[in-house]
């Protein structure tokens, strides 16, 4: 079960942090991942985070903007983003490794969560 929040209306340049609630035993030990997808477009990566945080990688198009974190304790994951660009404009969607290795590829991820709209207008 994945549970993602924190998407709403934002201005050009603004911020704001997206969290992803899952259970222990579907998390503890896995990558996490957030993707995106605009109206029109195929779902893309945005983000993925290791098991215990050692690895993170990002696209490009979002690499010094946005943050991943994740707190095992509480079984959450965090996409913090900052200056905030009309084309991240997105459905967000979290989801749940297949392993515990940090990966970009929708193949390698197994729990899909609803997703959370993300809407920058200027």
């Known amino acids: 079960q994945l549970q993602a929040s924190g998407g709403g209306l934002v201005q050009i340049g603004g911020s704001l942090r997206l969290s992803c609630v899952t259970s222990?035993?579907?998390?503890?030990?896995?990558?996490m991942g957030w993707f995106r997808q605009a109206p029109g477009k195929e779902r893309e990566f945005v983000g993925t985070?290791?098991?215990?945080?050692?690895?993170?990688y990002y696209a490009d198009s979002v690499k010094d903007r946005f943050t991943m974190s994740r707190d095992n304790a509480k079984n959450t994951v965090y996409l913090q983003m900052n200056s905030l660009k009309p084309e991240d404009t997105a459905v967000y969607y979290c989801?749940?490794?297949?392993?515990?290795?940090?990966?970009?590829?929708?193949?390698?991820?197994?729990?899909w969560g609803r997703g959370t709209q993300v809407t920058v207008s200027s």
């Open positions: 222990p035993r579907t998390s503890s030990n896995n990558a």
């Open positions: 985070i290791s098991w215990n945080a050692g690895a993170k």
């Open positions: 989801a749940v490794g297949r392993r515990s290795f940090a990966s970009a590829r929708t193949s390698d991820y197994v729990y």
